[in-house]
């Protein structure tokens, strides 16, 4: 085969293209823009949702796979004690209603990119608990900018629910769009740094930072103790390693998607019959074989090759959790994470190494609620920032310690 | 750390160290609130389905289910191979490859949505082969499956070849390939063609007195395999690159290499995809899961026999290995058949082939089949 051959036959999209495949026109934008508003549901049946309630192994996993041991998600006998009488599920599990999002969601063969998110939580998730959820695209819009050229934003808003018909929190989504040449652009500036080398000496200092994780555990945090200024204990998580990412992002195991087990799991006649009915949606791999986009970004040498990133880059969900790993140790059993915006200004790469930090920088009452709010921050071993945000965690009070942290 | 390829070794020390395990069961206990997790759910089912690429309706379809002869969703009979307890990678011997050289399978009865199961796993022999070209452990490793009252379900015993890294032993297990297979764009589209060709028999009986010696059984294609089957069938018990790593590191340092950021990941990560196994281990890519060949001939198996067959017994040799990216044929004939206990059992030979033509494996099957008497 010639090289001209090979690049005919190789990369995305193995099928002819339509016109206007992996490019942002008009129309394409048009005809995803006529979605907002429209509520969409995974349409899980009653089995699928009981079949996806949170057992006990499946919250070991899902703790786990993040690194947070903390006991209220994996020992009952300590659950039982704690304010939940319960094992309860790590607040993060709320990324799980996303209904749907930008890659999988219009103008096929666009990159897509997760920018950030708003979270919100109105009361825990338990042992025991499904979660079933509405999504509504809430805004197309295109953007252009010196560094990433012409681009689309989509926004989501996702509700979940779960199996009382409450309301346990919302997902707010934030998804760029760009052209794969247009993707390699804004890369680019990320090829000079390479991957993440460490020496033994770097290993050592991870090691120890690990080492120095503090858990508040069943000692309440009272408002009244936190002051304006205050800096929360680091959580390290990494280096990263293949391992590691395919355990973190399929939550333990537990499938990649969470609500639709297997969803990006098609193989031999499933991935047949997938590329058949969407044929833009493969990408063709070093050895010919059309395999699903998603394994684009678990390989460094694609992420070189196709998007001239210096290496496998994240899908972002780490680090929301990672987030609110640090967020609870600091807060303890006996606190309600309600909020955490957080945004991926820049990639975390495979090997890479985040240390996320936290800093108090407001605390007000806001009805009942004695709330304090939070910087955070994740840095890499090179002191990028990758992320940023801000939490809003609801703490006990001495004037009246017993009293609910939640709305409900 | 520096980034050449990997070389591990079995040491006396571990090999005698397993020795003493030998014969020692491996089981898992669950607590009152942990049953939910040992119960076989409609979706666990319907995930297995997905992954292993057999959709057929009796795995999938309650409705249909519900009428048919189990009276119920059942699971892919082969995921019996599915429920070892003890990992030759990572409890038997620290830092080798595994690779399964034979498998033996009995049935007793199918695996039901809402089944209760309970496997227990034991090391059953240890052979040392050590030469010049370095050293390979075959481990057998028998496993057992009962609901819980101690119904039998099944019977398995996975035999691995575990080999020292980066010796010849290792370089055998990829005969006479130097690189993995290349497929054009023709090649993927006659495989499109022929998995839309396949026919599963489905709910219409196949009665034992109308299968005679010498029936040739449709083959069933599988591949080309990809990594994702990997990710999605991933149900780890450590956690690797945060804390957990570091201490599975602390007690395994022989279960790491140091990758491409010099930092410490289990090996067994290297044998995941092409690119990593070319650079790490020296090889001329990635293998495959011969654990996959046992799906494969169960699908061929119940694409003849249809709902109302029932695999009771499988054994299987595997003489080579496929790369990632090859397909497998499976085929089957029917070789002889008997009357046994009032039930009608048919004994099929078995074989496997890859894209290029090679047989890579061997063997034999018994499927119960409705008489019509």
């Not at chain 1, 990408?283 to 694609?302: M, T």
């Not at chain 1, 969900?317 to 309600?338: A, C, E, P, V």
Request: aromatic residues 10%.
């Amino acid at each position: 085969m010639t090289q001209a051959e090979e690049q005919l036959t190789k990369g995305y999209g193995y099928a002819d293209k339509k016109k206007g495949y992996g490019q942002i026109t008009d129309e394409a934008v048009a005809a995803l823009a006529s979605r907002i508003g429209v509520e969409r549901t995974r349409g899980l049946a009653e089995w699928e949702l009981d079949d996806s309630r949170f057992t006990a192994g499946r919250l070991r996993r899902i703790a786990l796979a993040s690194g947070d041991y903390n006991p209220l998600y994996t020992d009952m006998d300590y659950a039982r004690k704690s304010p939940y009488g319960t094992l309860i599920a790590p607040p993060w599990v709320i990324t799980g209603i996303e209904v749907t999002n930008a890659a999988r969601d219009g103008m096929p063969g666009l990159h897509a990119w997760f920018r950030g998110t708003t979270l919100e939580w109105d009361r825990p998730i338990k042992l025991g608990d499904y979660l079933t959820s509405t999504g509504v695209l809430t805004d197309v819009r295109r953007v252009r900018s010196q560094t990433s050229g012409e681009a689309v934003v989509h926004e989501y808003m996702n509700t979940g629910y779960n199996q009382r018909r409450e309301v346990v929190g919302r997902m707010f989504t934030s998804w760029h769009r760009a052209e794969r040449e247009t993707s390699k652009g804004i890369a680019r500036n990320q090829k000079l740094r390479g991957l993440a080398r460490y020496s033994p000496e770097d290993l050592m200092r991870i090691r120890e930072d690990y080492a120095r994780e503090v858990r508040r555990g069943a000692e309440p945090r009272f408002w009244e103790d936190v002051r304006t200024g205050e800096e929360l204990p680091f959580v390290v998580k990494g280096p990263t390693n293949q391992f590691q990412r395919a355990v973190g992002e399929s939550g333990g195991g537990i499938g990649f998607s969470r609500g639709d087990p297997g969803d990006w799991a098609h193989t031999h006649a499933n991935a047949f019959k997938l590329f058949e009915r969407h044929p833009g949606l493969p990408f063709v791999n070093e050895w010919g074989i059309p395999e699903i986009p998603l394994v684009i970004h678990n390989s460094n040498e694609r992420c070189q090759r196709y998007l001239g990133l210096p290496g496998a880059y994240d899908a972002g969900y780490q680090r929301i959790n990672w987030t609110i790993h640090m967020l609870t140790n600091w807060s303890g059993d006996l606190s309600f994470l309600r909020k955490l915006n957080i945004k991926f200004p820049s990639f975390n790469i495979m090997g890479d190494t985040t240390w996320c930090y936290g800093r108090v920088f407001d605390k007000r009452l806001d009805g009942d609620a004695h709330v304090v709010s939070v910087e955070v921050w994740n840095d890499n071993q090179l002191g990028q920032r990758v992320t940023s945000g801000e939490a809003e965690i609801v703490l006990p009070t001495r004037s009246r310690p017993g009293a609910p942290l939640w709305p409900a | 750390m520096t980034g050449n390829a990997i070389s591990t070794t079995i040491s006396n020390d571990s090999l005698d160290a397993l020795r003493a395990t030998v014969g020692v069961p491996r089981e898992r206990t669950y607590q009152e609130w942990e049953f939910d997790d040992a119960r076989v759910s409609r979706s666990q089912v319907r995930h297995w389905a997905v992954v292993l690429g057999d959709m057929r309706p009796i795995f999938v379809d309650a409705e249909y289910a519900a009428t048919g002869p189990w009276g119920a969703l059942i699971a892919p009979p082969s995921v019996l191979a599915c429920f070892e307890q003890i990992d030759p990678e990572i409890d038997g011997l620290p830092g080798c490859q595994a690779v399964l050289e034979s498998a033996s399978l009995e049935w007793f009865q199918p695996i039901r949505v809402g089944d209760f199961l309970l496997p227990r796993s034991t090391i059953e022999s240890l052979e040392d082969i050590c030469s010049d070209d370095g050293r390979a452990v075959t481990m057998s490793i028998a496993t057992s499956v009962s609901t819980a009252d101690g119904a039998p379900v099944g019977r398995c015993t996975l035999r691995w070849r575990c080999v020292e890294r980066g010796t010849r032993v290792q370089g055998v297990l990829f005969g006479q390939r130097e690189e993995p297979y290349m497929w054009t764009k023709a090649g993927i589209d006659a495989l499109r063609d022929e998995y839309a060709a396949e026919q599963p028999r489905g709910a219409a009986i196949l009665h034992w007195e109308d299968a005679n010696e010498g029936d040739l059984l449709a083959h069933v294609l599988k591949g080309p395999t990809t990594r994702p089957k990997y990710l999605g069938r991933m149900v780890p018990n450590w956690y690797w690159g945060q804390l957990q790593g570091w201490e599975a590191h602390d007690a395994h340092p022989e279960l790491f290499f140091a990758n491409e950021n010099d930092a410490p990941e289990p090996i067994a990560a290297t044998d995941w995809g092409h690119h990593r196994a070319q650079r790490w281990g020296g090889v001329p890519g990635a293998l495959d899961s011969n654990v996959e060949r046992i799906h494969y001939v169960s699908h061929l198996l119940l694409n003849w026999a249809g709902d109302h067959g029932f695999i009771s017994r499988m054994d299987l040799e595997f003489h080579r290995h496929n790369m990632v990216g090859d397909v497998t044929r499976s085929y089957g004939r029917v070789a002889a058949k008997r009357r046994q206990d009032g039930r009608g059992i048919i004994t099929l030979d078995i074989w496997q082939e890859n894209q290029l033509g090679e047989q890579v494996t061997t063997g034999t099957a018994e499927v119960a089949l409705p008489l019509r008497s």
